[in-house]
């Protein structure tokens, strides 16, 4: 099971316009690293649950079987 999330983060309004141009790329593409190295740990920690607890906290079912 994975679950793609999208994340964008809010951008800050820096204290003079061209002060660190160079830094603001770097530091964007510094924040979507960790930004997808994070959703990577948390979709691996919730493939890690057991189907019962992914149950419990709202997972859907995707197992169609009848009985």
């Known amino acids: ?11 800050r309004a820096s204290g003079t ?3 660190g141009s160079l830094s603001r790329p ?5 924040e979507r690293i960790v930004s997808a190295w994070r959703r990577y740990r948390t979709e691996r920690e ?7 607890q992914r149950k419990d906290i ?3 079912s995707w197992d169609k079987t009848t009985r």
């Open 1 to 11: 099971m994975a679950i793609a999330l999208e994340h964008r983060p809010v951008r």
């Open 17 to 19: 316009r061209h002060a």
């Open 26 to 30: 770097v530091r964007d593409a510094f």
């Open 46 to 52: 919730l493939e890690g649950l057991s189907f019962d």
């Open 58 to 60: 709202g997972f859907r």
